[in-house]
């Protein structure tokens, strides 16, 4: 059964796609976000661990990395998954011009290296208006929360990417990336929004049905 049930999952949008030249093609969208994001949190964190409150800083760098395993699921589910249809009012238009096209192209064609990760241009009018925010608060809170949550958002987005072109061994990567893909089978659709872990699927009711948990983990345990 877990063998049947792992080949209907690995090839769900597979058909006609050249697999090294779409995970080539999403390397090179995240590159520049990686490379921006990670030298701005990075050096953050390294201005921090140097002064006196390092401790202080260091908390709030852990706390944005452990906030941002609940932002990805509910910017999953509520952002991505919800729908923005079109309409006359400018919000609705400006809604919908802006997040629907971004992970329904996704869910259509999930081995796209176009529409496996966002970037600059889809994220960093988020990411410039928390980090200017952050700066109301003391050095060592707010803004290291925001460099926390922002590193945590590049290796998510990473895992993403190792779900969809890469075949680690590591329990862990192999453990996500089933849960994923089962996100992506046409039974997965409502449930396994978790992109880094099915934790916050657990807290929000939209764990994998429990059958299938067994199917799709049972050569994991073996």
Not at 49 to 71: P, Q
Not at 78 to 107: A, N, S
């Amino acid at each position: 059964m877990s063998t049947t049930f792992d080949v209907t999952i690995e090839r769900v949008g597979l058909e006609g796609i050249h697999h090294d030249e779409e995970a080539l093609k999403a390397r090179h969208r995240l590159y520049p976000v990686t490379a921006l994001y990670s030298a701005y949190a990075l050096t953050l964190l390294a201005v921090a661990v140097s002064r006196e409150a390092r401790w202080v800083s260091l908390g709030f760098f852990a706390a944005g990395v452990a906030a941002w395993t609940g932002v990805e699921y509910w910017a999953h589910r509520y952002i991505l998954h919800g729908r923005f249809p079109d309409g006359p009012k400018l919000l609705d238009h400006v809604l919908h011009k802006y997040f629907d096209h971004l992970h329904l192209e996704h869910h259509k064609r999930p081995w796209d290296g176009n529409h496996i990760s966002g970037t600059i241009k889809d994220t960093g009018p988020f990411v410039a208006v928390l980090a200017l925010l952050s700066y109301l608060a003391p050095f060592e809170t707010a803004p290291l929360f925001v460099a926390g949550l922002v590193q945590a958002y590049i290796v998510e987005e990473w895992v993403h990417h190792s779900v969809h072109f890469c075949s680690f061994r590591g329990l862990y990567f192999q453990y996500i990336k089933r849960h994923h893909l089962y996100h992506h089978s046409p039974k997965g659709t409502h449930v396994g929004y978790g992109l880094t872990s099915g934790a916050w699927d657990v807290v929000c009711g939209t764990r994998i049905p429990e059958a299938d948990r067994r199917a799709l983990y049972a050569r994991l345990r073996s």
